[in-house]
């Protein structure tokens, strides 16, 4: 059996998922001024992000400790995180903010990882047991 047929691969991308929104949402919010200084970013952007970050962990934790996740809530993980990386894609190409240097790179680095995170959840989900017919 591979490490992508497992079956706990698909609770351990979604505590890592889980984990690293906990770890940024924190430091985009203990560190917001200084953050949006290096990056670039607005001040505004840099705390809501950390209080959506935050709020995802909460959803991903709940989730990862579920016995048997229901598919549906593993979608709002998945679309979640496509969303959060289509939003990342948008701002790097958008004119409406200028970010650093440092902000680009932040910004590719969530489009290439979030949007990988999204990737192994789908992929893990689609090897999950369909539920039984009642």
């Known amino acids: 059996m591979s490490v992508l047929s497992s079956p706990s691969f698909l609770r351990a991308v979604v505590w890592f998922d889980a984990a690293t929104g906990v770890l940024l949402g924190a430091l985009h919010l203990a560190l917001t001024e200084t953050l949006a200084e290096w990056l670039g970013l607005p001040v505004g952007l840099v705390s809501a992000s950390g209080l959506a970050l935050l709020a995802y962990a909460v959803l991903a934790m709940a989730i990862a400790s579920q016995r048997n996740t229901p598919r549906s809530l593993l979608w709002l993980l ?24 440092w902000g680009q790179a932040y910004l590719v680095v969530h489009v290439v990882s979030v949007g990988l995170l999204a990737e192994l959840q789908w992929f893990g989900m689609r090897r ?7």
Request: no cysteine.
């Open 128 to 134: 999950l047991p369909l539920p039984a017919m009642a």
């Open 78 to 101: 998945i679309v979640g995180n496509a969303a959060w990386a289509l939003a990342s894609l948008a701002l790097l190409l958008s004119s409406a903010i200028a970010p650093s240097v």
